[in-house]
T-cell receptor
Framework: EVQLVESGGGLVKPGGSLRLSCAAS????????INWVRQAPGTGLEWVSA??????????ADSVKGRFTISRDNAKNSLYLQMDSLRAEDTAVYYC????FGSGARPYDYWGQGTLVTVSS | EIVMTQSPATLSVSPGERATLSCRAS??????LAWYQQKPGQAPRLLIY???TRATGIPARFSGRGSGTEFTLTISSLQSEDFAVYYC?????????FGGGTKVEIK
C-alpha cells in the first residue's frame, strides 16, 4: 500500500525556520517525482515545490523561491522541505504528493495526510 | 502564470441529479488538466487526469471533457459521498496552478 506520511509541522514565529519531512512506503520511491502542495485555512490548493525522481530537477513557486528548499534522500525513502524566513502567509497544511509516473509534470495520485504549519508571534 | 478559473463557486444539487463543473484556463494547457475531490479534513483525491482519463478506482459516473482552455467535470448521478469541493489543476506549464474550487452541496 502506497503511503506518504508528513511530519515536522508546528507553531513558529515569523522569520523562523521549520523542516518538514515526508516518509514514503509501499512503492519504489526513487522512481517518482514528488511535490509539496499547501492549503491555507479555509482556502484552496497552492503548489509549492517539485523535485524529480533523481533530485536533479527542482522547481519552486515564486511565493517561496529563495526561502524554501526541497530535497530528497532516496536511500531513506524521504522527502524534505526546509522552510526559512517564514511569514504569516505561509500558514497552511502542507501535503506531500506523488506524481503519476511519466515524463514531464504529472498530476498527483497519492497524497499524505498533511502537516499543519502555523506562523504566528 | 496560468490562471485557472472554476465556476460556479457553489453548486447546489439534489442526490441523483447531474452536476456539471467548469474550469477555464487563461491560456491553453492542451489536455494537461486534472480534477481532484476534497472532503473536509481529508487530502485531495485524484479523479481525472489528462482531461478525460479516470484515475484508478474512480467510478464511471465521473467524466471529464475538454482541451485547450475549457474543461468540464460531470458527475452523472450524484451520490451522498460526492458532496465535496472539486479542484482543477493544470500541469502544462510551471508554476503548476489550481483553480479556486467548486463546492458541491446538497440542495
Amino acid at each position: 500500500e502506497v503511503q506518504l506520511v508528513e511530519s515536522g509541522g508546528g507553531l513558529v514565529k515569523p522569520g523562523g525556520s521549520l523542516r518538514l519531512s515526508c516518509a514514503a512506503s509501499g512503492f519504489t520511491f526513487s522512481s517518482y517525482s514528488i511535490n509539496w502542495v499547501r492549503q491555507a485555512p479555509g482556502t484552496g490548493l497552492e503548489w509549492v515545490s517539485a523535485i524529480s525522481s533523481s533530485g536533479d530537477s527542482i522547481s519552486y513557486a515564486d511565493s517561496v523561491k529563495g526561502r524554501f528548499t526541497i530535497s530528497r534522500d532516496n536511500a531513506k525513502n524521504s522527502l524534505y522541505l526546509q522552510m526559512d524566513s517564514l511569514r504569516a502567509e505561509d500558514t497552511a497544511v502542507y501535503y506531500c504528493a506523488r506524481e503519476l509516473f511519466g515524463s514531464g509534470a504529472r498530476p498527483y495520485d497519492y497524497w499524505g495526510q498533511g502537516t499543519l504549519v502555523t506562523v504566528s508571534s | 502564470e496560468i490562471v485557472m478559473t472554476q465556476s460556479p463557486a457553489t453548486l447546489s444539487v439534489s442526490p441523483g441529479e447531474r452536476a456539471t463543473l467548469s474550469c477555464r484556463a487563461s491560456q491553453s494547457v492542451s489536455s494537461n488538466l486534472a480534477w481532484y475531490q476534497q472532503k473536509p479534513g481529508q487530502a485531495p483525491r485524484l479523479l481525472i487526469y489528462d482531461a478525460s482519463t479516470r484515475a484508478t478506482g474512480i467510478p464511471a459516473r465521473f467524466s471529464g471533457r475538454g482541451s485547450g482552455t475549457e474543461f468540464t467535470l460531470t458527475i452523472s448521478s450524484l451520490q451522498s459521498e460526492d458532496f465535496a469541493v472539486y479542484y482543477c489543476q493544470q500541469y502544462n506549464n510551471w508554476p503548476l496552478t489550481f483553480g479556486g474550487g467548486t463546492k458541491v452541496e446538497i440542495k
